[in-house]
């Protein structure tokens, strides 16, 4: 299984990081990313994001780098990782505050609680 990005029925930008990642794999799930994002804008509908980190492998510092550009980059209104992996949650956190966007992006042990985060706030957009 490799990366994945899609659109769900649910309307979460659903995007599953599958194995070890580089700064190539990273950008070109950020290109994907950044055409659901533009058409759920085009469509004036909320951009929620929702990251599956369960299967993510290494990592090294140009995919890290190409995170936090997509993250500080796409025009998005939330979004939430899951992993109960306790060094991604730091890695990713890192990343995140590198990219000035904690405010709009969390972190989750389980899916249940990055899709509780991101319906929260799903009615106030738009």
Do not use: C, W
């Not at 990642?21 to 004036?44: D, I, P, Y």
């Not at 951009?47 to 998005?76: C, E, F, M, P, W």
């Not at 990343?95 to 706030?121: H, M, P, S």
Request: proline fraction near 1%; hydrophobic fraction near 45%.
């Amino acid at each position: 299984m490799a990366n994945q990005v899609f659109l769900g029925d649910d309307g979460f930008i659903h995007n599953l990081h599958v194995g070890d990642q580089t700064g190539k794999t990273v950008s070109t799930m950020v290109k994907q990313l950044a055409v659901l994002t533009e058409q759920l804008r085009a469509n004036e509908r909320p951009v929620l994001a929702l990251i599956d980190l369960t299967k993510l492998g290494k990592h090294d510092a140009a995919a890290r780098q190409a995170a936090a550009d997509g993250i500080k980059n796409l025009s998005y209104d939330r979004a939430a990782a899951f992993s109960d992996d306790q060094l991604t949650r730091y890695v990713v956190n890192l990343v995140v505050r590198a990219a000035g966007r904690g405010d709009r992006f969390r972190y989750f042990d389980t899916e249940a609680e990055a899709v509780a985060f991101l319906k929260q706030g799903e009615n106030s957009f738009g």
